[in-house]
């Protein structure tokens, strides 16, 4: 059976050969590497541009970051035929085509992620380590944190001020040099579409930008998700006084402070929302405007194939929703969490319009391919193409998230200034 006749149905004249090949996991792909440029930019717009408003958030976004990085090239392993030969991009990286560059920015773009962590952690992983180093007689469970710790300080055990300034300067040097990183690191994946030429929906020049747009304000919007999520379990433990709190925070206090960093971050993420809105409809404009040749079956498609995916669940119910919830006065933190959810949907619709409904039309021009998403899965291939894959891929950064929050803790604790 040929990859992709499971879940493609043909309508008018359709050439044999032609099917979605791209399925659910493409989709989840530009979604998920968007997650994690956004993140970073979040945490940079502290570390960078000193808004010290997001101070709390920018911590817990950097990590967080670092936890997508992990999930980001999945779906394309689960996508190929053959997966194993996915380590090819960063084995042998080059810069003759855009995946292949993919290997370098990827590698780059973790080196500076895992090197910020450090200079920003340096202090916590010294003082854990040093009275573990310091006791005699220690059980087998500090052992094995001692040796975590101890590998993470890698020597360097000097906490003084001046020591603390100079991981403050390398903080803010690889968050301002990890920006442009991490926007590349999505914008290839819109570059790869836009560079198509053979496909009338995907060749336009905005295709990058519109995807870095996109990525900032759902990767903002993940960020402010957990977020909220992990300070209602917070909330929820410190009044059934399950956990001391270091800095004796109440109920009241860390509901007080979560309300205040999701109405700051809420106004950068309307800000960045503007912008990819902007952008998608003047792309929209300017292909009417132009009517090229292939402009009658995208009309089809936007207007007619897809008008539903696009104008209502896209625009309608991903951005102007949204869009009106954070533009009320007075935020509340279930309508923060109902217009992140919706903004997220939003994005993830971008993708899948653009993904799925890129492969819509024939290359006839005559006919059009609908795709069904495996929801059922009955064999392994609509496991990791159907929906089950997809939201695999999802929840796979809140385990890794909480994880490696376990060594690098987003709350309550002291950084390197």
Known sequence: MVHGELWTVKELFVYPNEYIYWSVQIVMYPFMTGLVAGAFVLSSLYHVFGIKELKDIARFALVFSFALLFVAPVPIILHLQHPFRGINNLMTPHFTSAIAAFGIVFSTYGAIVASELWFLYRRHFVNI????????????????????FCSLTLGVYDVSEESLKKDEKAIRILAGLGIPVACFLHGYAGFIFGSVKANALWMTPLMPVIFIMSAIVSGIALCMLTYILTMEIRKFLAKRKKTVQPMHQTSEELQSAEITVIRMTAKYLLLFLVFAISLELLDLVFRGYTATKSWDVLRSVIYGKDFTSIFILQYTIGNLIPFILFLLPNLTIRRAVLAVLLVMFGVFMMRWNVVIGGQAFSLSFAGYMHYHLPIIPHDWETVKEGLVGAAGVFVMPFVLFWVIAKIFPVFDVKESH
Do not use: M, S, V
């Open 129 to 148: 380590a040093q009275p573990l180093k310091e006791k005699q007689d220690k059980t087998l469970a500090e052992w094995f944190k001692f040796f975590i």
